[in-house]
């Protein structure tokens, strides 16, 4: 029996180091990036608030990146973009000594996997308007785990967002816009947006033909606990200075000519109307394009409007001119003028014919010729009224244009 027992004592140790050979070789068989995870996820809940102190927020950094930019709707007061989206957060529950894992200081992991933030864009309206835990697995994002714990999320769509949009110096103008990111009230998992931390470059931004980036900021939104990320934007003005500012000022010195054109050729109106019609057609597709509000009128459009105006002033006053151009004094005919009331003479007799025939004579070319003052003197008025409406013309002409230019300029 006493020998026995120490047989059984050395079974069981032999039995132990066995096992723990067989341990050691397991591991040893397995990569060190594995293991790391391992150690990581073995007790991890991806639903679980990642502080160990359950009140304090979580701190979260939102870093965006514009790629290009699809398009500026100022009708609909849009802007469409393509961006790259950072969210990055603290997770507490995933941190490590990278010097005990071969100097591993970062995985690569499926989002699905770990904690992640509710964050949305106020300001979206194209469907991607947040960023939950069910949204990154429907999508099959990843995610970068750092040794610090800090947690890097990335995301590339294309944004719709609403601007509010100011044309007062079109085509001149500069737009201003901004994505509102905020979290949503979750007391639970509270967030806390950090404004200091976070950045919006446009390293990566490709140049459009239409506007230029001018800058991009980060701010503190006027909600709590929210971010700014504003970006401004210049138009490239010589397409439309070439395709619609010069078109409307040639039109506009155009429609003063019309005052040049001889009375007697007739057309006058013919030109006037063309022009008006022409104007209108303008303002019709420059109202097309301006968004439908009574905040923020393009002076420029003021500046179509007022030469619409004088184009139809032109057409009416055109008509009252050739009016009085060919107004004229009736002449009765040489049988009329026979009859004189109380002094028309009836006779047979020849000598009193011929003597009546020559009173009626002088009668009609007398009156020929005061027709013919007549019309010279309307004549007169109407080319005079014609020169005075063509200054009066080029005067708010001038004007306009000036009170115009100084206003965009300004």
């Given at each position: 029996m006493g020998i026995q027992k120490p047989i059984l004592i050395l079974t069981i140790i032999c039995a132990f180091s066995?096992?723990?050979?067989?341990?050691?070789?397991e591991n040893d068989s397995l990569d060190t990036e594995t293991v790391l995870h391992m150690k990581l996820f073995k007790e991890y809940n991806n639903y679980r608030k990642p502080v160990h102190v359950y009140n304090q927020p979580v701190p979260v950094s939102i870093h965006l990146y514009p790629l290009s930019l699809l398009g500026l709707d100022l009708k609909s007061q849009t802007l469409h973009m393509a961006v790259w989206m950072q969210i990055v957060w603290l997770d507490e529950y995933l941190t490590w000594n990278f010097s005990e894992f071969d100097n591993i200081k970062s995985l690569r992991l499926p989002a699905s996997q770990v904690w992640i933030p509710q964050v949305c864009n106020l300001k979206e309206i194209s469907g991607r308007r947040c960023v939950t835990f069910g949204s990154v697995m429907n999508s099959g994002s990843e995610v970068g785990v750092f040794s610090t714990g800090h947690v890097m999320l990335s995301e590339t769509y294309d944004s719709t967002i609403l601007c509010k949009f100011?044309?007062?110096?079109?085509?001149?103008?500069?737009?201003?816009?901004?994505?509102?990111?905020?979290?949503?009230?979750?007391h639970s998992h509270t967030l806390n947006m950090m404004a200091n931390t976070s950045?919006?470059?446009?390293?990566?931004?490709?140049?459009?033909?239409?506007?230029?980036?001018?800058?991009?900021s980060v701010q503190e939104g006027d909600d709590y606990d929210s971010i700014e990320m504003v970006i401004i934007l210049q138009r490239r003005p010589l397409f439309t200075i070439l395709t619609v500012v010069l078109p409307m000022i040639i039109l506009s010195v155009m429609n003063t000519?019309?005052?040049?054109?001889?009375?007697?050729?007739?057309?006058?109106?013919?030109?006037?109307?063309?022009?008006?019609?022409?104007?209108?057609?303008?303002?019709?597709?420059?109202?097309?394009t301006m968004p439908k509000n009574s905040e923020n009128i393009s002076r420029f459009t003021v500046y179509v409007t007022?030469?619409?105006?004088?184009?139809?002033?032109?057409?009416?006053?055109?008509?009252?001119?050739?009016?009085?151009?060919?107004?004229?004094?009736?002449?009765?005919?040489?049988?009329?003028?026979?009859?004189?009331?109380?002094?028309?003479?009836?006779?047979?007799?020849?000598?009193?014919?011929?003597?009546?025939?020559?009173?009626?004579?002088?009668?009609?070319?007398?009156?020929?010729?005061?027709?013919?003052?007549?019309?010279?003197?309307?004549?007169?008025?109407?080319?005079?009224?014609?020169?005075?409406?063509?200054?009066?013309?080029?005067?708010?002409?001038?004007?306009?244009?000036?009170?115009?230019?100084?206003?965009?300029?300004?």
């Amino acid at each position: 029996m006493g020998i026995q027992k120490p047989i059984l004592i050395l079974t069981i140790i032999c039995a132990f180091s066995f096992l723990t050979k067989t341990k050691c070789q397991e591991n040893d068989s397995l990569d060190t990036e594995t293991v790391l995870h391992m150690k990581l996820f073995k007790e991890y809940n991806n639903y679980r608030k990642p502080v160990h102190v359950y009140n304090q927020p979580v701190p979260v950094s939102i870093h965006l990146y514009p790629l290009s930019l699809l398009g500026l709707d100022l009708k609909s007061q849009t802007l469409h973009m393509a961006v790259w989206m950072q969210i990055v957060w603290l997770d507490e529950y995933l941190t490590w000594n990278f010097s005990e894992f071969d100097n591993i200081k970062s995985l690569r992991l499926p989002a699905s996997q770990v904690w992640i933030p509710q964050v949305c864009n106020l300001k979206e309206i194209s469907g991607r308007r947040c960023v939950t835990f069910g949204s990154v697995m429907n999508s099959g994002s990843e995610v970068g785990v750092f040794s610090t714990g800090h947690v890097m999320l990335s995301e590339t769509y294309d944004s719709t967002i609403l601007c509010k949009f100011d044309v007062r110096k079109y085509p001149f103008d500069t737009q201003r816009c901004s994505f509102t990111i905020v979290s949503p009230d979750d007391h639970s998992h509270t967030l806390n947006m950090m404004a200091n931390t976070s950045s919006f470059q446009s390293i990566f931004f490709t140049s459009n033909e239409e506007w230029d980036l001018i800058s991009t900021s980060v701010q503190e939104g006027d909600d709590y606990d929210s971010i700014e990320m504003v970006i401004i934007l210049q138009r490239r003005p010589l397409f439309t200075i070439l395709t619609v500012v010069l078109p409307m000022i040639i039109l506009s010195v155009m429609n003063t000519f019309c005052y040049l054109l001889p009375i007697e050729s007739g057309e006058k109106i013919g030109m006037s109307v063309a022009i008006f019609l022409t104007f209108a057609i303008f303002g019709s597709v420059l109202s097309d394009t301006m968004p439908k509000n009574s905040e923020n009128i393009s002076r420029f459009t003021v500046y179509v409007t007022t030469q619409i105006f004088l184009s139809g002033v032109t057409v009416v006053m055109g008509t009252i001119v050739l009016h009085l151009f060919h107004k004229n004094v009736i002449i009765p005919s040489p049988e009329s003028a026979m009859i004189t009331g109380n002094n028309t003479r009836y006779s047979t007799d020849e000598s009193a014919s011929k003597k009546s025939e020559k009173m009626i004579d002088g009668n009609h070319n007398g009156l020929h010729y005061l027709r013919a003052d007549q019309d010279e003197k309307w004549k007169t008025r109407a080319k005079r009224l014609d020169r005075v409406l063509m200054m009066i013309n080029i005067c708010v002409n001038v004007i306009s244009f000036v009170v115009c230019a100084a206003v965009v300029a300004s």
